[in-house]
């Protein structure tokens, strides 16, 4: 992880702390809450991703996600969730006579129409737009549209949070460095939440590169984790580690992906 990265997260962290939560709500509430892509919550995750024997020189790969979701009231019956996405890569040797690159990724951003008053079941529709952000090559320089989906499981008094994420992203030039591109995403989310905030997930992200050649498209990850609810002072936060195995990869793709998250919460 970068200083500069690191600082961010400090000062996140000192921001966050002197704010006090502004509802009073259950440890499992918090956790329920926190396992809706679309709820309406501010919050400010932080996931890395680690991912081991990445490369053709087995390396490690480390991926700081910087997660903020803001949610803005259309009106008394709609809401817009935005999801943004900036990595922050440290990339390693891919070849003998290489180094380790360190920089930012592609931006991505996804805005979700949701119901403001749903039942039981949960859906948001939107775009998500890739941004060019990229810095040492860790990245495409074409910006890229597609559409995104999410439909949740969320009931009260029933321990379960399940559902699935769909997105779809095409460059909209090819004439930048990177080229053109067409990659999907998908994944399903399985929590199960205990009292006192404690819970068991499993979300493992599915990719796949439409262009690439047969065989080498798909990333299928298999796993799961545990999470649990804190309070940093009066300010909720949620915190996850995960292990997954990739059953199907490409070649030269990870076979391990370590997740650790910390979501600071400011609900409404």
Known sequence: MSRRSANTILATAILAAALPARAELSAEELAKLAQNPVGNLISIPFQNNTNLNYGPEKGTQNILNIQPVIPISVNDDWNIITRTILPVISQPALGPEECRTNGIGDLVLTAFLSPANPGEWIWGVGPVVQAPTDSNGLGNKNWGLGPSFVVLHLGKGDPWVYGVLVNNVWSLTSRQTGGSYNNGLIQPFLNYNFKGGLYLTSAPILTVDWKADSGNQWTVPLGGGVGKIFHFGK???????????????????????IRAQVQFMFPK
């Open 235 to 257: 300010l909720p936060v949620n915190t996850q580690i995960s292990a997954y195995y990739n059953v199907v990869r490409p070649d030269f793709g990870p076979n391990w992906q």
